[in-house]
């Protein structure tokens, strides 16, 4: 599947079971006048990071595929205080390592790298301006 599709299936499964993975409560669970709470939007972004074909997610100077970094990300998001909102989640969770403090990083297919924050924050946006 494609990262376009993953992302559609997720969000069209926010009102159900289907991408509510998370067991934690956020602000804004409610899914008012279109807009997705700060929940979906995680859900979101891990199911776009989950989607991401031929990119290599490097943490600790360890590789993983698209499947095992979401997987990182759900674990990690459980066991983090204080994640409120999607920017919580790319601040706290996604950006770099507790243990280490080194940054995320994604690399493409291409050979570009980019920091994980930085992309996802980029990605965020675009789900907000979609969903206004």
Request: hydrophobic share 35%.
């Amino acid at each position: 599947m494609s990262r376009i599709t993953i992302a559609a299936f997720c969000l069209s499964m926010l009102s159900g079971t289907g991408c509510d993975y998370h067991p934690k409560t956020t602000v804004g669970e409610g899914n008012t006048a279109g807009q997705l709470s700060e929940k979906g939007k995680i859900e979101a972004l891990i199911a776009h990071v989950e989607g991401l074909q031929d990119a290599v997610f490097v943490r600790n100077g360890e590789e993983a595929d698209s499947k095992k970094a979401a997987e990182f990300l759900r674990r990690k998001w459980v066991t983090v205080s204080g994640v409120n909102t999607a920017k919580d989640f790319i601040d706290k969770v996604a950006s770099i390592s507790s243990h280490s403090a080194e940054p995320y990083l994604i690399r493409f297919k291409d050979g570009r790298e980019v920091k994980s924050g930085e992309y996802l924050s980029a990605e965020l946006e675009k789900l907000e301006q979609r969903k206004r």
